[in-house]
């Protein structure tokens, strides 16, 4: 079956600092992929996706690129803020039907002043 | 505003006191599905449903029962619950033919 392997937490950064949380996935087709951040005590909220190969999925300076050939969704952000401090959660699921989703562990990160 | 709301936020209970925690939609969504999230085991999908009368097993569906009546509702059930189902619960929508999840705010339920 389909799932998703994301790089182990927690992760501590400082204010600034260059952020890379790794996600790779196994999957058959052509799956759409999706990173969602989780702020402390609340649910689930979409932060990027890319529905298809080489697409780049992109929002409030993060950024990850749908790698076919290395089946990758990377999350890169050039400089964290402590409000950036979240749990972040990579995912996939089939082309247009995101009620069969699969989900990776998730990934806590800090960001410290 | 476009939501999902659960019901309730939190919740202690007893073991094998039968309890529902409700879900509602007002997007119109034809997929509802329910999450559990425990430390170290990530985001898990107990059951699913993609339209009115449809619900299909998730990943994690033992102890659990699901309804879907009408579109906008997506209840769950643990019917005697036990203290392994202590966890943070999520109902979730998504329309057909999209991608994206949304999400409810989430229920703390702890079973002593």
């Known amino acids: 079956g389909d799932s998703v392997t994301q790089m182990e937490g927690p992760v501590t950064l400082s204010e600034e600092a260059f952020l890379t949380i790794n996600c790779t996935y196994t999957a058959t087709g052509y799956p759409s992929l999706f990173w969602y951040v989780q702020y402390p005590g609340e649910g689930l909220q979409l932060l990027l996706k890319?529905?298809?190969?080489?697409d780049k999925g992109s929002n409030k300076g993060f950024e990850a690129t749908y790698r076919k050939e290395t089946t990758s969704f990377h999350l890169e952000k050039g400089s964290v803020q402590v409000s950036d401090s979240a749990v972040y959660f990579c995912a996939l699921s089939d082309q247009g039907n995101a009620g069969k989703s699969t989900f990776g562990d998730g990934t806590t990160l800090t960001v410290k002043p | 505003e476009a939501q999902v709301t659960q019901n309730p936020r939190y919740l202690i209970t007893v073991t094998g006191k039968k309890l529902t925690v409700t879900c509602s939609q007002n997007m119109n969504h034809e997929y509802m599905s329910w999450y559990r999230q425990d430390p170290g085991l990530g985001l898990r999908q107990i059951y699913y449903?993609?339209?009115?009368?449809?619900?299909d097993k998730g990943d994690v569906p033992e102890g659990y029962k699901v309804s879907r009546k009408e579109k906008r509702n997506f209840p769950l059930i643990l019917e005697s619950p036990s203290p392994n189902q202590t966890s943070l619960y999520f109902c979730?929508?998504?329309?057909?033919?999209?991608?994206?999840?949304?999400f409810g705010e989430g229920s703390w339920l702890t079973v002593v």
């Open positions: 449903s993609m339209n009115v009368e449809v619900t």
């Open positions: 979730a929508s998504s329309a057909q033919g999209e991608n994206t999840i949304y």
């Open positions: 890319a529905t298809k190969a080489d």
